[in-house]
Structure formats: C-alpha cells, structure tokens
C-alpha cells in the first residue's frame, strides 16, 4: 500500500470528525502475508489498505471497531500464530510464522470556535493553539484578523481557520464541525445576543460558553425566552460566566488561562 494511502485516510477521518484505528503491522517472524510497517486504517464503516487479509485482517478489523465502539484510547498489541493449529473466528492462516499487529486508536479532534478575537479572544487562541484541535477565530472586524495581529499564532500547534464575517457572524456556526465548543466573546453586546439565539438552534454544537456580568446574562437570558421562543432547558445549553471561579483577575491573560483550563476538564467529559 502506497504510504499516501493510510495517510490520507487517517486525514479524511479527521477532517469528518469519525473515530478510526491506525493497524500496523508491528513485526513479523518467519512467513507471513505483509512486511513489518504494512497499515490499514479501520472506521466505524469502511477501511482503507491492508495487512494481509483473511484471519490476521478479519480478527484486526472486528478489535479496531470494538475500541472505536468504546472509546479506546490505549494503544495495544495483538500476536497472531499463522498456523493450522491457532484456530481464530474467521479460521485458519498457515503461513507458519508470527506477527505482531499495533492497533492505535484515532481518537476525533476536539474542535474549538472563538467569536471575537480581542484582547481576551487572543490570548485565548494563543493557549488554544499549543494543542492539537481545530481552532476557528471569528471577528465582524478585519483589524482584529490581520496577519500580523495572528503572527503570534504562528508556530501553532492547532489547525487554525480564520473567518472574517463583517456581516452576520452567527452563520458560521451551521458550518463549524459536528461538536464544536463555542465560546462568545464579541466586542458588541447586540452580536453576542445574536450569536446565542442562533447557537442554541445549531443542534450539532458541543458546549456553548459566554463571557460576561451576571447583568449582562439576566438580559440575554429573558431576551432568548421571550423573543428567542427558547425554553429553560435550552437556554441552559449556555454556560456563563465562563472560566474557574477559583481563578481571579481581569486582566485578559489570566481570563484566557482561566476558560482554557475550564474548557479542557470540557474535552475530558465531552462525547463524539
């Protein structure tokens, strides 16, 4: 198998937001049907290349969906004798030697969306960009985007995706990934309002924080009821204030480090 094969399964299973196992073929003593280093990459429904088909594959493929079905986050090794005495569910290989097979789970990248990119909004991405997820900052205004206010971003670690929406920044949302965490954080108190009402009909988000005073809430919330048409239930899909309340200060450093480290115990407990 061509190594851009497994390569861009493993992306394309990133860029859907689905689960999947990387196999390798870890090591291989006397005859057998692959070389060390062979792959085959295993998703809820399809595969992509293989390790050598019949039992060794078969066996790899049923493991791989058991620990996409619960959430395996391990990597684990599994030994195969290929000979007709070692007998497995889908039968007998007699190539008479032994292989190690390597299953490492693929777990879905967590994906993060900012809606203003200010003081607090910055310094939010700069923590944010340090780990390996989708992040997508979102400002109505192009001075808060420009590339040498985002220089600082520049050896991140994260996939960044920059929106400028000097219009209706809430029509992201329909095309953010399946379970992004969305974090409001405008300059306009009219834009954050608008961007919960919408939030809350976008079904396919994760969690939904919003910064700001208890005032500032009270009226969202009787806003998103009253107008909205919203119900209680709904509406308390919006976490605020955001950040740990053991974390004090406002300066927009420490608000940043407050939400990320809210938002990363968020990860540890959030479904696909």
């Given at each position: ?149 985002l220089d600082v971003l520049a050896d991140a670690v994260a996939a960044l995706h920059v ?48 910064i700001g005073s208890s005032a500032k809430w009270a009226r969202f919330r009787k806003r ?49």
């Open positions: 198998m061509p190594d851009s094969t497994w390569v861009a399964a493993v992306a394309g299973l990133r860029e859907r937001r689905e689960p999947g196992v990387l196999v390798t073929v870890a090591s291989v003593r006397g005859h057998a049907p692959r070389d060390a280093g062979a792959k085959l990459v295993v998703g809820r429904a399809g595969t992509w290349g293989s390790i050598g088909g019949g039992n060794i594959e078969a066996v790899a493929i049923d493991r791989a969906r058991e620990m996409i079905a619960a959430s395996v986050s391990e990597p684990e090794l599994r030994d195969f004798a290929l000979n007709d005495k070692a007998v497995d569910r889908h039968g007998v290989q007699c190539c008479g030697g032994t292989v190690v097979v390597l299953l490492e789970p693929l777990p879905v990248t967590q994906a993060v969306a900012i809606f203003g990119v200010g003081h607090v909004g910055l310094e939010l991405a700069r923590i944010l960009a340090r780990h390996h997820l989708d992040l997508h900052l979102i400002d109505s205004r192009a001075d808060m985007l420009t590339d040498e206010r929106h400028h929406t000097p219009l209706l920044p809430e029509e992201v949302l329909a095309h953010l990934p399946r379970g992004t965490h969305v974090l409001i954080m405008t300059h306009d108190h009219a834009e954050d309002a608008a961007l919960c009402d919408a939030a809350l009909r976008t079904t396919h988000l994760g969690s939904i924080g919003l998103l009821s009253t107008e909205g048409g919203h119900d209680d239930v709904v509406i308390d899909r919006i976490k605020t204030p955001i950040g740990l309340p053991d974390i004090a200060g406002k300066e927009p450093a420490t608000i940043a480090v407050s939400v990320a480290a809210d938002l990363l115990r968020v990860f540890g407990t959030a479904g696909d």
